[in-house]
């Protein structure tokens, strides 16, 4: 059980790092690609959001940085998905029109709740 936890959320991770990947490609091109926060791209923070996670993940270490990396996406992407909803905001699309900000919120409540699950299980173990 251990292992399908490890490879869903590897999956997870390479959905999310693809998305916000490509949009920071595009901000870097066009200056366009994403909402700023403070000046800084939201798809950069989000990107990175990703990617200390996985590394935690990778190592089997480092759970308190998952969670707040994690924790700090899942707050953005929900308060921006409130504002696209709202209409007080416009997150970036995907080819299909869907907000992707949408998407955001769900990849990392599931992040979050898989390797809650996962460290769970681990415990159990123990």
């Known amino acids: 059980m251990k292992k399908v936890f490890k490879i869903v959320l590897a999956m997870l991770f390479a959905i999310g790092i693809l998305g916000a990947g490509s949009l920071v ?53 929900a308060i921006a998905s409130i504002m696209q909803f709202t209409g007080n905001g416009e997150c970036p699309k995907t080819g299909g029109g869907t907000p992707m900000c949408y998407y955001s919120l769900l990849l990392f409540t599931g992040l979050i709740v898989l390797k809650t699950y996962q460290l769970k299980i681990i415990s159990s173990e123990n």
């Open 25 to 77: 490609i595009e901000e870097i091109q066009t200056g366009n690609g994403c909402p700023k926060i403070w000046l800084i791209p939201a798809c950069v923070i989000i990107l990175i959001c990703f990617i200390i996670p996985l590394i935690s993940h990778i190592l089997g270490k480092y759970n308190r940085s998952y969670f707040f990396f994690t924790g700090l996406a899942t707050v953005i992407a």
